[in-house]
């Protein structure tokens, strides 16, 4: 009996030793497959550095050029009103290569390759100068010829772009997906859109706080924590990628599940179909938009006020709960790009679980599917732990915006002696 005990101990302590080996093993795999996808796309990058974008010219606009390099050269030419001694040379051009679009929809773009780097910089230059130009109707922009991975990476800055142009802030996107912005101050670059998003909302730019991923994916965790003697959990969501469809959210509830501070079993996500016309939310918000018209004066005038404003609405069957400072952490993205690369998109995910003591999400397709899919998708060295609060203190206003409010208060407070006019930095 003895001798097969120490064969069964010696064999598991070699199985252990294979398994740790291996764990090893893949570790570094996934590291250097991370480190050759990241080659390729700056190949990728580099084998277009000659190449133009050109958005917005119409479907079948080069139909009465000899070719479509042709047309180029010469919409090129005009448009940007180039001098006949200026090299404009041409050496393939084609439209983007996907099906042609409906007569109504936007036209396909046109890559075209230039002879060399510096003429199409030149070309660039030219056209950002005069902010594109107007062509059949159209308005026609050029731009870089990006790889795919980096126009996704740079396309998640259009939030703040769109900020920044509000406040006429001046700034630029270095490639790959990088950004500088140029406060009065100083310039500031961020090497993400979260930390341009984050230090944005911590200097009061409107329209930046409160969109970030870990800050919805917060209010989730609370409720939750909330119900935290609850063993399984379904939630019925709009099927909205930004909300209730990323990875910062399925990291955070793979951490919830793993941890003590709630009897989870499962948690559920299942997305309404696309084109659904009716949510009871929907009967919900409506309740809410009621409460606040039968307001003095319809108005709501602060946080305090909209919370008993929701409380008082259908029918006084609500319960609220309030997102406060210290629920709101600072959650991140644990996902593997290599784990998840061969796996649907999360937009093909029709049904989501996440189970306690697992590191895995399991999906549907359809919710008429019978079994779940299995997909391990955290990183190896994702930490399954609460992380810190992300905003410590309330955030503050612009400056502008609050010296505004303090004039319009202290013109009030001339007029009526009782009024209290409070500043606070």
């Known amino acids: 009996m003895n001798t097969r005990v120490e ?3 010696e064999r598991i302590k070699d199985a252990e030793t294979r398994i740790q080996t291996n764990e090893e093993a893949v570790t570094e795999m996934l590291k250097l497959h991370i480190e050759m996808d990241a080659k390729l796309t700056d190949l990728e990058g580099r084998s277009r550095r000659e190449n133009i974008r050109i958005h917005g010219v119409k479907e079948g606009s080069e139909d009465d050029a000899p070719s479509m390099v042709d047309f180029v050269e010469r919409l090129l030419r005009h448009k940007l009103e180039l001098p006949e001694s200026a090299e404009v040379r041409v050496e393939r051009a084609h439209q983007a290569l996907m099906p042609k679009p409906p007569p109504n929809a936007a036209p396909r773009s046109i890559v075209a390759k230039m002879a060399s780097y510096r003429t199409k910089e030149e070309i660039l230059k030219l056209a950002w100068q005069k902010r594109g130009f107007e062509y059949l109707g159209n308005k026609v922009n050029l731009d870089h010829d990006y790889a795919p991975e980096v126009l996704k990476q740079r396309k998640k800055y259009a939030e703040v772009k769109s900020v920044l142009k509000e406040k006429k802030i001046l700034f630029q996107t270095p490639f790959p997906s990088k ?3 140029f ?4 310039p500031v670059l961020y090497g993400s859109v979260e930390e341009a998003t984050s230090d944005l909302a911590k200097r009061g730019f409107p329209g930046t706080a409160g969109r970030s991923a870990a800050e919805i994916t917060s209010a989730y965790v609370t409720i939750l924590k909330k119900e935290r003697d609850m063993c399984h ?3 019925w969501v709009d099927n909205c990628s930004a909300q209730n469809k990323n990875w910062c959210l399925l990291s955070s509830l793979i951490c919830l599940g793993n941890g003590n501070t709630t009897s989870m079993e499962d948690i559920t996500l299942k997305y309404f179909e696309k084109g659904h016309t009716f949510m009871s939310a ?3 918000h409506h309740g809410v938009e009621q409460e606040m018209r039968n307001r003095p004066g319809g108005v709501v005038y602060d946080f305090e006020d909209f919370v008993s ?3 008082s609405s259908n029918s006084k069957k609500v319960e609220v709960v309030e997102l406060k400072n210290v629920d709101v952490l600072n959650w991140k993205d644990g996902h ?3 784990k998840t690369k061969k796996a649907p998109n999360l937009s093909k995910m029709a049904v989501i679980q996440l189970r306690c003591g697992s590191r895995s999400l399991f999906f549907k397709l359809t919710n008429a599917d ?4 299995e997909l391990d998708f955290p990183r190896a060295k994702f930490e399954l732990k609460e992380p810190s609060v992300l905003r410590p203190h309330d955030q503050k206003i612009e400056e502008a915006k609050k010296d505004d409010i303090i004039k319009k208060l202290s013109f009030y407070a001339l007029k009526q002696e009782s009024f209290l006019v409070f500043t606070a930095c």
């Open 179 to 181: 950004m500088r912005v």
């Open 309 to 311: 404003v929701v409380l």
């Open 233 to 235: 959990s379904i939630f």
């Open 336 to 338: 593997s790009s290599v």
């Open 370 to 373: 019978a079994h779940f899919t």
């Open 282 to 284: 929907d009967s919900f």
């Open 183 to 186: 406060y009065p101050e100083w």
């Open 7 to 9: 064969e069964a101990e």
